[in-house]
C-alpha cells in the first residue's frame, strides 16, 4: 500500500503538501492539489484510518458495554445511543459479554490501547470498583447508579 511519501515523490511535491491535501488544508495551490489528488489516484492510494487515528490523538469511538443485546431493556439503551453517537458523529462498537468478566476485561484493554476513547457501561460482572480503576486509561459511564464519587 503507497504511502505519502510515494505519493509526494509521483506528484513532485513535498510531505507537508500531501499532508495538506489529505487533511483538506485551504492553503494549497489549485495546481499542487490536482497533482496529488491524481498520485493518489494512480497509485490507489487508501487512507489508513488507524494511522490518522494515532495522528490525532482520539479514535472518534467509544464502546457500549452489555451483557446481551437481545433484552428489549439493552436493545433500547444502544438506541439510544447509538441516535446521540450519529447525531454527534461518534462510531461505537458493542462488547457483548454474557456476565463475563474476562470479556468485560477486553472492552477495558480495548480502552487502555486507545482502540476507543471512552466506555459505557450498561451492564457489568465486574465490580465498580475494578472497572474504575481503568479510568487512567479514558472516560468510564455506568448507566446505572453507583455510590462511588467517581
Same mark, same amino acid.
Given at each position: 500500500?503507497?504511502?505519502?511519501?510515494?505519493?509526494a515523490?509521483?506528484?513532485?511535491?513535498?510531505?507537508?503538501?500531501?499532508?495538506?491535501?489529505?487533511n483538506?488544508?485551504?492553503?494549497?495551490?489549485?495546481?499542487?492539489?490536482?497533482?496529488?489528488?491524481?498520485?493518489?489516484?494512480?497509485?490507489?492510494?487508501t487512507?489508513?484510518i488507524?494511522?490518522?487515528h494515532?495522528?490525532?490523538?482520539?479514535?472518534?469511538?467509544?464502546g457500549?458495554?452489555?451483557?446481551?443485546?437481545?433484552?428489549?431493556?439493552?436493545?433500547? /439503551?444502544?438506541?439510544?445511543?447509538?441516535? +446521540?453517537? %450519529?447525531a454527534? &458523529?461518534?462510531?461505537?462498537?458493542?462488547?457483548? @459479554?454474557?456476565? #463475563?468478566?474476562?470479556?468485560?476485561?477486553?472492552?477495558?484493554m480495548?480502552?487502555?490501547e486507545?482502540?476507543?476513547?471512552?466506555?459505557?457501561?450498561?451492564?457489568?460482572? /465486574?465490580?465498580?470498583?475494578?472497572?474504575? +480503576?481503568? %479510568?487512567?486509561? &479514558?472516560?468510564?459511564i455506568?448507566?446505572?447508579? @453507583?455510590?462511588? #464519587?467517581?
Amino acid at each position: 500500500m503507497p504511502n505519502i511519501r510515494e505519493i509526494a515523490k509521483r506528484a513532485g511535491v513535498s510531505v507537508t503538501t500531501v499532508s495538506r491535501v489529505l487533511n483538506h488544508h485551504p492553503y494549497v495551490k489549485e495546481e499542487k492539489r490536482e497533482r496529488v489528488l491524481n498520485a493518489m489516484k494512480e497509485l490507489k492510494y487508501t487512507r489508513n484510518i488507524q494511522a490518522v487515528h494515532l495522528a490525532k490523538g482520539y479514535s472518534n469511538m467509544f464502546g457500549i458495554v452489555l451483557p446481551t443485546i437481545d433484552h428489549s431493556y439493552f436493545s433500547g /439503551l444502544v438506541t439510544g445511543i447509538a441516535e +446521540k453517537a %450519529q447525531a454527534c &458523529g461518534m462510531h461505537f462498537a458493542l462488547f457483548q @459479554t454474557g456476565y #463475563d468478566p474476562l470479556k468485560e476485561k477486553e472492552a477495558l484493554m480495548s480502552l487502555k490501547e486507545r482502540r476507543v476513547d471512552g466506555l459505557i457501561f450498561c451492564s457489568n460482572a /465486574l465490580s465498580d470498583r475494578d472497572i474504575l +480503576k481503568w %479510568q487512567e486509561s &479514558g472516560p468510564i459511564i455506568f448507566c446505572h447508579p @453507583t455510590p462511588h #464519587d467517581d
